[in-house]
C-alpha cells in the first residue's frame, strides 16, 4: 500500500524576514505539483511570529494544519496544532499529538521551509525516532546555518532536491 504525503513547511511566516519570497512561491509550487500527491500541509511557525504570509492557492482536497511552536522541540504539549473542522470551528490539540494526525505508518514526511533557529534537522530526527519515514527537500529550505545541513547528515536523514519527490510513491510501509 502507498503511503500518504505530509509535507512539513517551517517558518512560512518568517521567511519575509528572510527575503522569502522566491521561497514561497517554489513551496506553492511543491505543494499544488502532482508529483507529490499532497494529502496533509503542516505550516510550522512561532506562536510569536507577527507576519502572516500567505502561500497562494493551494489545491482543494489538501488538508492544511497549523502548527504553532511555543517550545524549542516539535514533540512538545505546549506546542499547538490547530485543526479546521468541517462545521467552520477550529480544534486544539497539545503538539505532542501530532501523530494524531498523521500516523506513521500510513504517512511519508516531506520538511521544507525555513530552518527556524536550527530547529528542522532536530525536528526531523525526533519524528524519524518516531516511526515516520521522510525526507528533507533541501533546494526548497533556508537553513539557519550551514550546521542544520550537516546535522541532518549526522542523524541520517534522507536529503532530496524537488525533483527527487517521487521517492515515497516507490516505498511501501516496509521498517527499515
Known amino acids: 500500500m502507498q503511503k500518504k504525503v505530509a509535507l512539513f513547511v517551517f517558518g512560512i511566516d518568517d521567511s519575509i524576514q528572510n527575503n522569502g519570497d522566491e ?66 470551528n477550529k480544534q486544539y490539540l497539545p503538539g505532542d499529538n501530532i501523530d494524531f494526525i498523521i500516523n506513521p505508518e500510513e504517512y511519508y514526511i516531506y520538511l521544507a521551509g525555513v530552518d527556524i533557529k536550527g530547529m528542522m534537522p532536530y525536528a526531523a530526527r525526533d519524528l524519524k525516532a518516531a516511526g515516520y519515514s521522510l525526507s528533507v527537500i533541501t533546494d526548497r ?8 545541513e550537516e546535522r541532518l547528515k549526522r542523524f541520517k536523514i534522507r536529503t532530496v532536491s524537488h525533483t527527487g519527490i517521487g521517492y515515497h510513491s516507490k516505498n511501501t510501509n516496509k521498517k527499515k
Do not use: H
Open 141 to 148: 529550505c533556508n537553513f539557519y546555518t550551514k550546521m542544520s
Open 23 to 88: 521561497l514561497c512561491k517554489n513551496i506553492t509550487s511543491l505543494i499544488n505539483s502532482s508529483e507529490l500527491n499532497l494529502d496533509t500541509l503542516i505550516l510550522v511557525n512561532n506562536s510569536n511570529t507577527k507576519v502572516k504570509y500567505s502561500l497562494g492557492k493551494i489545491n482543494s482536497g489538501i488538508k492544511v494544519v497549523d502548527f504553532n511552536l511555543r517550545s524549542a522541540g516539535l514533540y512538545s504539549s505546549e506546542n499547538l496544532i490547530v485543526l479546521n473542522t468541517y462545521d467552520g
